[in-house]
């Protein structure tokens, strides 16, 4: 039972009524609240208390203060001794309970079956309903072992009727595409790396969880496959499918591996979007992180200044005005060396070139030679929405790159795309080029680059189901 208890609960469901004061009286302070303690519990959840510990001591408190006892009391009483079974038969006989017979049982299991295993009750959920069943119909709760088994039994029969009810939905052509999942194709059966963590992030496990994606949807279960089934038993079957492997669950019979792989895959695949998303986040991050170290490194290894540049100057002035007609390498690298020349130009460029140029020159290099490959696949498996007007501009951009996937084309024109609300200020430069007939045109990698920034950091502040689901 719980252990906090509110005024207004402890009136409702521990108050003894005057009839239970007349069984109660004629006993020592310790047998009355010991047999009140009994007769309460029982009322409210069916059984008995073995000990003083099944009750909570608010609950002590409140019986004791109704006859008239202290709670203290309640240490000299024997739950199990021979006045505690005697009371519990006066307890039986008071609240008239009857025996758990055939009628009994078979009421017990229709309330059971039809009532209780549908919601996927928690196990002290379910002892609680079950204990206040016995209470409201004033029936001997069976033996422990006896009522177990028979709730064992009654949910095994209600498993095994959920899973033939998925398994009736399955057609042929479905069952042909879930029994192949689990054979081996020479890399591995398909279930196994459908199955398997995303990995290190980076690109090769989001393509590899675009994969699984693509696997999923070639799957083609109907999306209400499980419509009518309750979460939690989704989640149950959902567990035990994922703990076995492809050979474990090739040796369960149709009626039972089927069903469990519908289990497993229908909400695997809204799992995999979750993780792509969240994927695609943490590449975008890394690509702009690892950009901004390596310049950070370039431009403390360039910004070492060089001393003395005044006097360099003097002796360059000097050698070139005594010999203007001479070689740069004969007149002037004997005065000051070559290496000291290159420091100058490493100084001059890296007091010149904006940092945020050259950030975006990295991110461009790695993008456009790597990580691009992820997009046609990620735009492909990815249905991106909002219904926030604030972001769509970044939809209509995000529409704009998969309709453009197959052109081929390096620029965009001006109009064709949006700029507001998906390039940042500091990145339009990049962005927006002049072209050699002198209008403005749009960079397309820039601008992917851009896009990918934005929907990352749209997602982190947005959840995820409003903007990625699949594309079916």
Known sequence: MKRLWSTDELGARWTLSPEDATLIAGHSEAGRLGLAC????WRALGRFPDEEADLAPTVIAHLAVQIGVTAD????????????????????????????????????????????????PTSAALDDEIGAWFAAHRIVRPGAYRLDRLVRSLRVAHDDAALAAVADRIDDHMRVRLDALLIDDGEGAAYTRLSADP??????????????????????????????????????????????????LRRHPARIRL???AFYCVPREAEIVDGLVDLLIQVTHRITVKAERRVMTELLDEAKAV????????????????????????????????????????????????????????VRASYGSYYRRMMPKL????????NNGTHRPLIDAL??????????????GVAEVAIEGVVRPKWRDFVIEIAPDGSERINRINYEICVLARGAERNRKVPQAHWASMQR
Request: hydrophobic share 45%; aromatic share 8%; no cysteine.
């Open 379 to 386: 735009l492909a498996a990815l249905d991106f929405r909002s």
């Open 73 to 120: 009391a309640i240490e000299h009483y024997a739950f199990a001794g021979r006045s505690g079974r005697r009371h519990r038969q006066a307890v039986l006989d008071h609240l008239a309970i009857v025996t758990f017979d055939d009628t009994a049982e078979a009421t017990f299991q229709k309330w059971l079956r039809s009532d209780v295993l549908p919601r996927e």
């Open 199 to 248: 990995g290190k992030v980076g690109l090769e496990s989001l393509l590899a969880e675009l994969a699984k994606l693509e696997l999923t949807r070639d799957l083609k279960l109907p999306t209400d496959l499980l419509a009518d089934v309750h979460g939690d038993l989704v989640k149950r079957f959902r567990r035990q499918a994922s703990v076995e492997t492809a050979w474990e």
């Open 38 to 41: 009994q007769l309460a519990f």
């Open 259 to 261: 069903p469990l792989l």
């Open 399 to 412: 529409a704009k790159l998969r309709a453009a996937e197959d052109d081929g084309g390096r620029y965009f």
């Open 307 to 362: 001393r003395g540049k005044t006097g360099l100057l003097f002796k360059v002035a000097s050698a070139v005005t005594g010999s203007p007609d001479g070689v740069v390498r004969e007149v002037v690298f004997p005065v000051v060396d070559e290496r000291t020349f290159e420091a100058l130009v490493k100084e001059a460029l890296a007091i010149g070139n904006a940092p945020a140029r050259r950030v975006h020159t990295a």
